[in-house]
């Protein structure tokens, strides 16, 4: 299995930015395609972002496109989440994910996910 750990959320207002990292302890993290999830109080855990094995492609959900950006480093087995120009709705527990499918397709549902972190709590402010 992989062990998968974010960091980076917090309380930010409005308008703001935040980085998030996942750390990833796995031998074969460029062979991971790699997502993020949110989950707000009372809603199902939705796709955020996903990134092909070398980064070369990627895949947003529309309620953040052109605001969040997915990067992964393969010498650090790290993924990271900018989220600019935050707003309230954006407020979750963001997870991050890894796929250890043989191919490399990103896709966006939780089920082609078979690593989870614990989640960081991140709170937007109006």
């Known amino acids: 299995q992989v062990q998968l750990v974010e960091s980076g959320g917090g309380l930010v207002q409005a308008g703001g930015s935040l980085r998030l990292s996942c750390a990833a302890s796995?031998?074969?993290?460029?062979?991971?395609?790699m997502g993020w999830f949110r989950q707000a109080p009372g809603k199902e855990r939705e796709f955020v972002a996903a990134?092909?094995?070398?980064?070369?492609?990627?895949y947003y959900a529309d309620s953040v496109k052109g605001r969040f950006t997915i990067s992964r480093d393969n010498a650090r087995s790290t993924v990271y989440l900018q989220m600019n120009s935050l707003k309230p709705e954006d407020t979750a527990v963001y997870y991050c994910?890894?796929?250890?499918?043989?191919?490399?397709?990103?896709?966006?549902?939780?089920?082609?996910?078979?690593?989870w972190g614990q989640g960081t709590q991140v709170t937007v402010s109006s």
């Open positions: 994910a890894a796929d250890r499918s043989t191919t490399d397709v990103v896709r966006t549902t939780q089920r082609a996910y078979d690593s």
């Open positions: 990134i092909s094995w070398s980064g070369g492609r990627s």
């Open positions: 796995g031998r074969s993290f460029s062979n991971y395609v």
